[in-house]
């Protein structure tokens, strides 16, 4: 839904009884076309949200031999989504996380007819004399309706209990709560001061969420330190090494190991990362040893033309040079 034309979703007739919108949408499945039905107004909002996290998750894998690739089909990631990895961990939690995000501000701004400000109640250590009000974001009801919505492409899917099928969705469900859980996790309290002369002589507060910048940076520690599991025969997740520490619904659960990202393998969703820009100075994954999977790099010279130099003149021009620098471009062989 990220990659949907928004020209379609703000047409006029979308919000009739008659519209036929959800049931044109492909990759949803049957309990969401009910939701989409039911609330049409929060599908642009929907499809915002979920472009948000893809877009944090490009930011956050920027760097990395899987840099978060999208595909034009309605997958999104491709084969990537088959294989319950942790890359397929941190996609559902930031996507779930994205429309958190997204419906909850949509409440506070108006634009959604089923929602308004938060009402979250006042918080305990708040001071007494500290109004709480304002209009908050409100995350409660950004995370209720994103579970409703997300969540039943799981769980309206009947499988066999302890196969790989409900594996996968218990997996995918963990995560998607656990993007959500992000959410909540990182808001906070923010408070403002009126008054004449910053008098402060009147303090209002409010329930605020985070940016999706915090969002992703949290997520993408719990990647790090994703946790590998399977599926018992009553239908349960298990750890598979009974060393670990039993993860949280805050963190994120996977299945199966990687694929080699390495090597280009259309089939496993891998593009492999021959001619990927990396620096040559990095020891961290962005670097050309670990970027480049000891294959090695090439180097390119390359001249970059810029103003440089600038100065204002009154009134009313700026007069620039043109500087010359050559740099140095390395990439993956």
Not at 159 to 186: D, P
């Amino acid at each position: 839904m990220g990659f949907l034309d928004f020209e379609s979703w703000s047409h006029r007739d979308i919000y009739s009884e008659k519209s036929r919108l959800c049931a044109r949408i492909k990759g949803l499945s049957p309990g969401q076309r009910r939701v989409c039905r039911r609330h049409r107004d929060h599908m642009p909002v929907v499809s915002a949200g979920v472009r948000q996290g893809i877009d944090e998750c490009q930011h956050q894998f920027r760097e990395r031999r899987w840099n978060c690739t999208v595909t034009g089909d309605g997958t999104v990631f491709g084969p990537l989504t088959l294989i319950a990895s942790r890359e397929t961990a941190f996609t559902h939690a930031v996507t779930s996380a994205g429309v958190t995000l997204a419906v909850s501000r949509a409440c506070r701004d108006g634009r959604l007819a089923s929602c308004g400000c938060s009402r979250a109640p006042r918080p305990r250590r708040l001071r007494a004399e500290w109004v709480w009000g304002g209009c908050g974001d409100n995350q409660r009801y950004g995370y209720k309706f994103t579970e409703s919505f997300i969540d039943v492409r799981e769980r309206e899917r009947k499988v066999k209990r302890g196969s790989r099928e409900q594996g996968r969705q218990l997996m995918n469900r963990h995560n998607n709560e656990a993007g959500r859980r992000a959410v909540i996790k990182k808001s906070k309290v923010t408070c403002k001061c009126h008054g004449v002369s910053g008098s402060c002589s009147l303090v209002t507060c409010w329930e605020q969420l985070p940016t999706f910048r915090e969002v992703g940076d949290y997520l993408k520690e719990k990647y790090e330190g994703a946790t590998e599991v399977t599926v018992s025969r009553r239908g349960k997740l298990r750890l598979t090494d009974p060393r670990f520490v039993l993860p949280t619904a805050q963190d994120l659960l996977y299945l199966e190991e990687s694929p080699n990202y390495c090597v280009r393998n259309e089939s496993l969703g891998s593009l492999g990362t021959t001619g990927r820009e990396c620096n040559r100075t990095s020891a961290g994954m962005d670097g050309c040893a670990l970027l480049c999977c000891g294959r090695g790099y090439n180097t390119k010279k390359t001249t970059i033309k810029e103003r440089c130099g600038c100065k204002f003149h009154w009134c009313c021009r700026v007069e620039c040079n043109t500087c010359v620098r050559t740099v140095e471009v390395y990439t993956c062989k």
